[in-house]
């Protein structure tokens, strides 16, 4: 599969250009010329890395990257942007920037950064998500619709297991081997309860009924 590159960038020309360019090298390019659509496109596609303009009509690209930061997004960014004084580049880097390239720039360059980039980061992309459930592994804190959830240690490990099979059928067996510690008694009436607990943490009036039951077989996420 090819690795999924975001540009959000507002000049035409440039935007064009760097998806061409992108594009006749391999990765899959994803365009917008303002950030109203970023947080879905991340949601939905694996994107490996965003281009990041700065001078953008909605909102300043620094701010909105320092925003999305906040909510568990930790998706490498490039900012392409003609703000090239060193106190820019010093506050991109601080604005959860991984790398900075000045307008006007070189193609080759902007190839290159692009590579190296996500080949350091693309086995330590730190963020899982299934529908409006986000986890972001680096912090060990799901969020429903951006807002933390407080889960106990045990309630963490099962909705982790749930969202590394998702759409798959955990049997009760299966989850008491890879949930619970040796220690602790195993019993199938051990996962009721807890999955019980877990569904009122994360869906307390029911109606989004992430984790189903199987009658006589076990628990799926869907």
């Not at 490996?48 to 930061?69: A, C, Q, V």
């Not at 960014?77 to 004084?85: C, E, F, G, L, R």
């Not at 067996?173 to 602790?184: A, F, H, P, S």
Request: charged share 30%; net charge negative; proline share 2%.
């Amino acid at each position: 599969m090819n690795e999924t590159i975001l540009i959000v960038e507002d000049e035409e020309d440039i935007l064009d250009l760097m998806e061409y360019t992108l594009s006749k090298e391999g990765y899959d390019v994803i365009t917008c010329i303002d950030t109203t659509n970023v947080k879905d496109i991340l949601d939905e596609d694996n994107v490996s890395l965003i281009l990041m303009d700065r001078n953008l009509p909605s909102i300043e690209g620094t701010k909105f990257i320092r925003s999305i930061r906040t909510l568990g997004y930790n998706h490498p960014v490039i900012y392409v942007s003609a703000k090239d004084s060193s106190e820019n580049i010093l506050e991109g880097f601080e604005h959860g920037g991984d790398d900075y390239i000045t307008k006007p720039f070189n193609i080759d360059e902007l190839k290159a950064r692009v590579k190296a980039l996500i080949k350091r980061t693309s086995k330590t992309l730190d963020i899982m998500k299934f529908k409006d459930i986000t986890y972001n592994s680096s912090n060990k804190v799901f969020y429903i619709n951006s807002i933390e959830v407080k889960l106990t240690h045990l309630e963490h490990d099962l909705l982790l297991e749930f969202m590394k099979n998702e759409n798959i059928l955990l049997s009760r067996e299966i989850l008491l081997e890879k949930v619970w510690d040796d220690n602790l008694n195993k019993q199938a009436k051990t996962v009721n309860v807890a999955i019980k607990r877990l569904k009122e943490r994360i869906d307390p009036d029911g109606s989004k009924n992430y984790i189903q039951a199987i009658r006589g077989e076990g628990y799926i996420l869907c």
